[in-house]
């Protein structure tokens, strides 16, 4: 799996504890794919999901926040490819909820 890093990255939080490699933390990472046309209107922002991390660390249930109408498609299609180490509390693993913002600039 890839382990690409990016300052996008949600931090998942079970309890008082930080997501951890082994723990919840971003184990495969896609890029979202700046939409052509939002360049070209030079549409930049953040797009703001709700989201459930299954107990298998990949994203179930998506929903949107907030973002640029231009930007949700792309933001939506490279989340859904993300994927946790499993959460787990107590060792067993548990669905977690968590907010994930995907940033898109410009500068991208």
């Known amino acids: ?15 008082d504890f930080p997501a951890t490699p082994t ?4 184990i495969h990472y896609v890029a979202p794919v700046y939409p052509k046309e939002a360049k070209t209107a030079h549409i930049e922002g953040v797009v703001k999901f709700n989201v459930v991390i299954l107990k298998t660390g990949e994203v179930g249930e998506l929903n949107l926040i907030s973002g640029d109408p231009a930007l ?10 993300w994927r946790y180490a499993p959460c787990r509390l107590n060792g067993e693993p548990v669905e977690v909820k968590t907010q994930i913002d995907v940033s898109f600039t410009l500068s991208q």
């Open 1 to 15: 799996m890839d382990q690409k890093k990016s300052p996008n990255q949600s931090q998942i939080q079970i309890g």
């Open 23 to 26: 723990n919840c933390g971003m």
């Open 72 to 81: 949700v498609p792309a933001a939506i299609k490279a989340v859904k490819q």
